[in-house]
């Protein structure tokens, strides 16, 4: 039997995540309290499924997804590749971990982690050396996965309401 295999999925495909992202938002909304604004589920698969769409369709992006033998989805990652910025000598083009989500049902049994570690694999594979990852300041879960994986503080982006 084994664990979850890692696919790629392509533009086609795109809505299979739909469920996954939707709880990924609730999450959001359970890990930002009332300090910042969610957008409802539907909205935001919506912006992201565009976002999607897009990145997929030009190349820009690729979507691994972890698949349980009958095919459903346990966990999905996005990547995405850009220029590097103009200050810091990481290479020309840089990684970046657009997206992490996990079935709630999921979590805890390493699929994250089996993500993360395809997801560096692939850039490794395209010769990349440096990638980031974006994560909210309030999921300390989600910031010891990161770091356990290897990832260091870097930039802090700060928000506030104009």
């Known amino acids: 039997m084994g664990g979850p ?6 533009v086609s495909e795109v ?13 959001h909304r359970d890990v930002a309290g009332e300090e910042w604004p ?4 539907e909205a935001a698969w919506a912006h992201r ?46 990684g ?12 805890g049994r390493g699929v994250g982690s089996l993500l993360i570690e395809a997801c560096r694999a692939r850039l490794r594979a395209e010769g990349i050396s440096h990638w980031g ?12 996965l990161y770091e356990r994986v290897g990832f260091r503080p870097f930039y802090r982006q700060l928000l506030a309401e104009v």
Do not use: C, H
């Not at 299979?16 to 992202?21: A, G, I, N, T």
């Not at 990852?133 to 010891?144: G, I, L, Y």
């Open 96 to 107: 970046e971990l657009e997206t992490l989500a996990v079935a709630t049902t999921a979590r």
């Open 5 to 10: 295999q890692i696919v790629e999925f392509d």
């Open 38 to 41: 969610v957008r409802d589920e």
């Open 49 to 94: 499924r565009a976002e999607y769409v897009s990145w997929l369709g030009d190349g820009r992006a690729r979507m691994l997804v972890a698949v349980e033998g009958d095919g459903a989805a346990l966990g999905y990652a996005v990547l995405s590749v850009k220029s590097s910025g103009a200050s810091w000598d990481v290479g020309e083009r840089i």
């Open 15 to 27: 809505d299979r995540v739909e469920p996954l992202f939707k709880e990924l938002v609730a999450f």
């Open 133 to 144: 990852v974006a994560v909210v300041e309030a999921n300390a879960d989600a910031t010891r």
